[in-house]
């Protein structure tokens, strides 16, 4: 039963396409071809399935009374003990290697390094949903982008100080897919360098 439970929590999880997007900013400082929830999701499903198959070993080595398969159910029982064990432990002392810490310096210098880079629009995508959903504008604030690459290298629109999904929006709250296509409620207000004007038309 707990093998399935994995299998079915990790399809879950998969499914889950919001969480897993925003998990790419997790161990930002290492950037793995998909974000870390992926592979959370395709671990669990795979130690649920090698789960279930020493299990059902296990059944076959009691009903044929064999030696041979019992030792291999013993086996396979100890390495799944030693692995579970051994993630445990790494993810106590050392969250880093499993990207499960976050650091504001280095989300910072990510989202400085790699917002709207040709070839990184997952990690870019994953920063919107962020600003969208948490109604905020960059990691300490919208001064993160005054020396971002996306600003200095002038990768957006020439008019563009800071991202549209740092406007206030008038996308429908029911549009999940805001952070895609964010339409700002009074975009000249939100790019002001006057307080007074984006205060009312930005998230800080």
């Known amino acids: 039963l707990s093998g399935l439970a994995l299998v079915v929590l990790g399809a879950v999880l998969l499914t889950d396409v919001p969480r ?35 299990g059902v070993l296990g059944f076959w080595a009691t009903c044929l009374h064999s030696h041979c398969l019992l030792a291999l159910f013993l086996f396979f029982l100890v390495v799944l003990l030693l692995a579970e064990s051994s993630l445990g432990v790494l993810a106590v002392v050392c969250p880093e290697y499993l990207g499960a810490t976050v650091s504001v310096k280095q989300l ?16 870019t995508a994953a920063v919107d949903l962020a600003q969208t959903i948490f109604q905020c504008c960059g990691i300490i604030g919208a001064i993160d982008y005054d020396v971002s690459w996306w600003r200095l290298r002038e990768l957006g629109q020439p008019d563009l100080f800071l991202p549209r999904s740092c406007c206030l929006l008038i996308n429908p709250p029911s549009d999940s897919k805001a952070f895609l296509d964010p339409h700002p409620l009074n975009m000249s207000a939100c790019q002001s360098l006057d307080q007074g004007l984006y205060r009312m038309a930005r998230h800080t």
């Open 20 to 54: 897993v997007l925003l998990s790419r900013l997790l161990g930002s400082h290492h950037v793995p071809a998909h974000p870390l929830f992926y592979y959370t999701a395709l671990g669990l499903m795979g130690t649920g399935l090698l789960i279930c198959a020493t």
């Open 108 to 123: 910072t210098q990510s989202l400085q390094r790699t917002y709207g880079v040709p070839g990184k629009e997952q990690f």
